[in-house]
């Protein structure tokens, strides 16, 4: 097994490609948002990252969509596809790559890899005779399938883990040996135990592996599946699509040319649902052909409306275009990532989104900047001059117990933050910036600095020093919730005037007068006031929902 090197500077993240045969929900949208985050978290910290996204366009489900509208399969996709790709444009999604599987690049890239395994003697000509599921695009064993009802009472199978339809199919095709590969998979597993995150789903494959695996159908006869790529030198038979589809995170590094610059360093996030996918079938083709395993697989829950899961026919669909104007494109970021947790479901409702924002991002971040650079309080609006004297290393002046506490929560905030991101745990991270926001705001609310006599030297070099403490903390905040909240933190660092090229990770020095270092802020001039940072939102748009 070759394993890919941590030491170079280079990072590469992957979100699943989309199928197309409906339009984009909330749960694509946070698959994306959370491949964002670590992107744009990667980029602050100096790494050279690139980011992948895009739709799965082949198979039996796409062509019977296309079937079903009438249009012609490419037409379809080409609709759909464009859909995707706008509403993560409107979502401040920063992918450096789109990949449809419908493009030359990805046809090369797949009947490359396909040959790759050929040659080594990985694929057979067989029968398959089994249930397959085409909502799901899966073959799955007896043991997978349950009886259950139609809508019309009829007796019919279905998948157990999903709940769609199966149907029993028997077919010349080609196979795989994937039975031959389930030893390499423990030995991937039991050396790299943080391969696939969080660790509930490392054990669930773990699980899967303590049983044979059988042999992997991977081609169906043309005459059932025209859309798709050719086998290459057999015109009779299509390529499975999860076999064509898995590849694209080859095609968008430049596979099979230059691929390992990138693919040594591959990320990817996926849904609880295509776990097996990407944790057996992937990793089993990945070294048949000799190439290296991805760094980590992201596995993250899903969204579920009224406990229920998101889908078409129970028509529960959350719309995320919709949503993202209702509530900003930040604020639907914000609380997609503050409320999301990778190990367990959540319910979506709209009124705890407006709850969420409101409080957080409206009141206690938005409330913390407008105290801090109002007239009232900062005529001068300069980030301010801290005092030594007010505020001291050692126990002194006029800070108390819990304002040397705040600052130690803040000074470390980076290093938690960062761990939180390195565990995938970004609802942790955020849990700890918004605890620290809270401290912030008590400390302003505490010494209640519009109290102070500005006549006197003394309170005007205490006032000073509050507001310069405050301003810092803020700019600590608003500089690691760029990953999350881009604009909400542009915004916020522009009015602290705190420039593009200063708020990257290296910059994350926070308060260095209390170390008695000079502080390139101090006494600076704050940036324009450009309103509100977080308009409050009314609970009144919770009905829509
Ligand atoms: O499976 N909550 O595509 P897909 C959270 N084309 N995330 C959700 C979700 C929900 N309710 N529903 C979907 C496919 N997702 C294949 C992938 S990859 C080589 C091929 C997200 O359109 C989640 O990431 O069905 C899930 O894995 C993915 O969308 C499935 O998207």
């Known amino acids: 097994i070759r394993y890919a090197s941590t030491e170079n ?13 409906a339009s984009p929900h909330l749960g694509h949208l946070y698959s994306a948002v959370i491949a964002d985050c670590f992107h744009r978290h990667k980029q602050l910290q100096g790494f050279n990252s690139r980011f992948a996204t895009g739709t799965d366009e082949h198979g039996l489900k796409i062509q019977q969509a296309a079937e079903a509208a009438g249009k012609e399969p490419l037409e379809f996709c080409t609709a759909v596809s464009e859909r995707f790709r706008h509403l993560f444009s409107s979502c401040n999604i920063s992918n450096t790559d789109y990949i449809r599987t419908t493009e030359q690049r990805h046809h090369r890239a797949v009947q490359h890899f396909w040959s790759v395994l050929c040659s080594k003697g990985l694929i057979y000509k067989g029968s398959y005779e089994g249930w397959y599921s085409t909502q799901d695009e899966s073959f799955l064993t007896p043991s997978q399938v349950t009886t259950a009802l139609d809508s019309t009472g009829k007796e019919i199978k279905v998948s157990l883990e999903s709940g769609h339809k199966v149907e029993w199919m028997k077919e010349e095709n080609y196979m795989f ?11 991937w597993l039991r050396e790299n135990p943080r391969a696939i995150q969080p660790e509930r789903f490392h054990h669930s494959v773990l699980q899967w592996l303590q049983e044979e695996l059988p042999d992997l159908s991977v081609s169906r006869q043309k005459s059932r599946l025209q859309w798709g790529i050719p086998v290459p030198e057999d015109d009779g038979q299509t390529i499975y699509v999860w076999l064509d589809a898995l590849v694209n995170y080859l095609t968008v590094v430049g596979y099979p040319h230059n691929h390992e610059r990138w693919w040594n360093v591959a990320h990817h996030i996926i849904g609880k649902d295509i776990l097996k996918f990407h944790a057996i079938y992937w990793p089993s083709f990945l070294l048949g052909a000799g190439l290296p395993l991805p760094q980590t697989i992201h596995v993250h ?4 409306v009224a406990g229920k899961k998101m889908s078409k026919s129970l028509g529960n669909v959350i719309d995320p275009q919709e949503r993202s104007q209702l509530f900003t494109t930040d604020g639907l970021r914000y609380f997609l990532l503050r409320q999301g947790v990778p190990d367990t479901d959540c319910d979506y409702r709209d009124d705890k989104v407006v709850k969420l924002l409101n409080a957080e991002l409206a009141d206690a971040l938005g409330g913390l900047l407008n105290r801090c650079t109002a007239t009232a309080l900062n005529p001068a609006q300069v980030y301010a001059s801290f005092c030594p004297d007010s505020f001291p290393r050692e126990r002194g002046g006029r800070a108390d117990d819990e304002d040397y506490r705040m600052l130690e929560s803040v000074r470390h905030l980076p290093a938690v933050v960062e761990q939180h991101f390195e565990d995938m745990h970004v609802y942790k991270a955020l849990e700890a910036v918004s605890t620290c926001v ?3 705001n008590g400390f302003v609310q505490r010494h209640a600095p519009w109290k102070l006599d500005r006549k006197d030297s003394a309170d005007q070099r205490w006032l000073g020093t509050i507001i310069h ?6 700019r600590i905040y608003g500089t690691l919730l760029q990953p999350v909240v881009p604009e909400i933190s542009n915004k916020l660092l522009s009015r602290l005037g705190v420039q593009p090229h200063e708020r990257s ?5 926070f308060l260095p007068r209390f170390e008695g270092k000079d502080c390139p802020f101090e006494g600076r001039a704050l940036g324009s006031d450009s309103g509100v940072l977080f308009s409050r939102l009314e609970s009144q748009r919770a009905d829509q929902q």
């Open 301 to 304: 829950s899903h969204w579920t």
């Open 438 to 440: 809270r401290q912030t």
């Open 9 to 21: 500077r280079n990072y590469y993240i992957t979100t699943p490609i989309f199928y197309v045969n």
């Open 177 to 187: 040996r994937l039975s031959g590969f389930r030893s390499q998979l423990l030995d």
């Open 505 to 509: 990770w290296t910059n994350l020095n």
């Open 469 to 474: 403490v405050s301003l810092e903390c803020l």
